[in-house]
């Protein structure tokens, strides 16, 4: 009540201090009302722009000075704006106040509302505030900028291929490559993630869930054995015993051990779809769909057209029969019976991939959510090795080139080259380095189109620059996670070629790996592989390292010395393989010099429906309760992901503006003139 009163006391004309305003891209602003009470205005979200109207709300406090904490609100404004094209900034003009909600609900009397809607809308013209029109563009029209970076992605099929028994997919990019191992003693296939062995005896080997396999050629066909030369028991030893070495991991699927499958090698793209003999179709109740109850494939038929329709990373593809020509479709011409899967049902894990569904908004949302990282600029550094002396090729529609035989992304733009290793920019004035700290991104990196193998690039962001450190982030599509439409896809859908010298130096792959998305981890490989099936220390050809909602760490291969790839694993907190859940870190900014997690100023933001939170330094989210705050609920994951999309949305709005900036102050053919247009 002593709180309320005060308000209640305040002078009826707050004195807006325009002196007092800070720069443009500094908040709050705050002023002082002429009791000496500070009157604080948090950055606004804005809501919708068209014309000279900008529709926005934001958090308030007001703060009297006599001990007692603050009272916080949320105003909702409709301001009329001038807009400068030229130096990208909206000046606010006037300001009307339709709404405004106090967080302490002893202070909602009608008179104490009416009043501060009345002196904000007097007041805030004094404050002389430009906003940022890019902050702003970003904020309001973040979907469809970041649908925008992911345009022209490739939806053709791969070779699908169809088995009625318990079958697994072994790709191998393109024409075997074999080496002798020295760790192993024997040649092996380089080109594939799987334990392909040339023996002495001419025979072929792979070993994968606990079982041989044995083949004329490294292509097949292989039939299960039991009989094995002596000698490949210390090879099967040394794969086993390092598939086991990390206590982080844990077995749940020894079942799955036991299976004999039957091998299929493909030396290009494919997919595999199987079912545990001729399939099983079962209803799903109100939705006219039937599904294939006995296969992990996500196989459907729909009853009205008596169309099959199939679900491969994120993409869905329709045949009349289960071995015909299969066509794309787009997530939004589905059967209407596929968004109306129940939740909870067995099939519920497609509704990500349905257009309009909560699971899909989810799913995009995450897709936009940055994993940022302060980088130390005079500690942080990266190495670049080239196979032989550096090759370069051109980015189409670019000016930029690319290293084809680094694997480290390497790019040459201007007279310099970047590199980006784990999520960070780099820069030097020759090829092979030294590399230094970027503090810019090539200006033509959001240019690169899909079908270039360093596309990934263009959704790694530098934020802010300061004299010490470099705030940079990626999101999802970094890691081969992108939004396509209404829904997220994995991977670009393009083959790109690897590679082949001396050493053998992997692309992204989109395909044979049963990619489905998981609403709880995100992007995983199918039930089909175990987690032995992989060679993950010994690394032949890819050492795959597996996340989870940023999903398979593709993008960014591990460097393959003599063709083998240390042992390491990175992710987000878990994913699934097999039937196995695994834990991981979720940030690959982890463990590196001079790299570590972005410092998050304290923010006070809010809701559409008034609610007040902020941010710790930690980046919790806090709610204020009456006159506290208290710690939002990690139940509560839509109000996270809603806060964090926020936030993400500051920050793609300060990336755009900086851009500009550096543009401008570089003569980057801005046309002459100014002034603000109405």
Sequence with gaps: ????????????????????????????????????????????????????????????????????????????????????????????????????KLAH????????????????????????????????????????????????????????????????????????IIQHNNDLGFDAVVNTPYTIIKYSDGQFYLYGGKHWYMGTSAVGPFTYTQSIPSGLASVQKTIDDANNSSTEYIDSSAASDAVISNIIVSTEPAELLQSNGAPVLTPIPGTALDYVSNSSNDIFLDEGTHQYYILLSGRWYRSANLQGTWQYVASDALPAGFARIPEGSPKDRVLASVAGTNAAKEAMM???????????????????NYDGSPQFADIPGTHMQYAVNSPIPVISYNGNYFSVDKGVWFISSGPTGPWHVSTTRPGEVDLIPPGSPVYNLKFVYIYDVNPDWVYMGY????????????????????????????????????????????????????????????????????????????????????????????????????????????????NIYRGRQGVSPREIPQRVTTDRMGNIYRQDGNGNWQQRDGRNWAPVDNRQQQTIQNLNRQQQMRERGAVRSQNFQMSRSSGGGFRSGGGRHR
């Design 475 to 586: 999101t999802p599509g970094y890691l081969n996670t992108f939004i396509y439409g209404p829904t997220v896809v994995y991977g670009t859908g393009f083959y790109y070629a690897p590679w082949r010298g001396h050493f053998f130096y992997p692309r992204p792959w989109t395909w044979g790996f049963n990619m489905w998305y998981n609403p709880w981890w995100g992007w995983t490989f199918g039930f089909d592989y175990g987690w032995d099936w992989f060679n993950w220390d010994m690394g032949f050809g890819w050492g795959f390292w597996f996340g989870g909602w940023w999903g398979p760490v593709i993008y960014r291969p591990p460097y393959f010395g003599h063709y083998f790839a240390p042992h390491g694993f990175y992710g987000r907190n878990s994913f699934a393989a097999g039937n196995r859940i695994y834990h991981n870190n979720n």
């Design 105 to 176: 609900d002893s202070a909602t009397a009608s008179n104490n509302i009416s009043f501060l809607k009345t002196e904000i809308e007097s007041g805030i013209p004094q404050l002389n505030i430009d906003l940022s029109l890019d902050a702003l563009l970003a904020s309001l029209d973040m979907n469809t900028e970041e649908k925008s970076l992911s345009k022209g992605l490739n939806t053709a099929p791969p070779k699908i291929i169809y088995q009625s028994q318990p079958s697994l997919l072994v790709l191998i990019d393109g024409q075997p």
């Design 366 to 384: 995450d897709a936009q959510i940055p994993q940022t990282a302060k980088v130390d600029r005079k500690t942080a550094t990266t190495d670049v």
């Design 1 to 100: 009540m002593k709180v309320f009163k005060t308000i209640i006391a305040m002078s009826a004309s707050i004195m807006l201090l325009s002196g007092i305003a800070r720069s443009q891209d500094s908040w709050p602003k705050s002023f002082k009302s002429s009791d000496g009470s500070l009157i604080s205005i948090y950055e606004p979200q804005p809501e919708s722009f068209r014309g000279n109207v900008l529709r926005e709300r934001a958090a308030f406090s007001i703060n009297t000075g006599t001990g007692q904490d603050p009272v916080f609100g949320t105003f909702w404004m409709v301001a009329n704006v001038e807009t400068d094209r030229d130096s990208r900034t909206v000046h606010i003009v006037s300001v009307k106040v339709p709404n405004l």
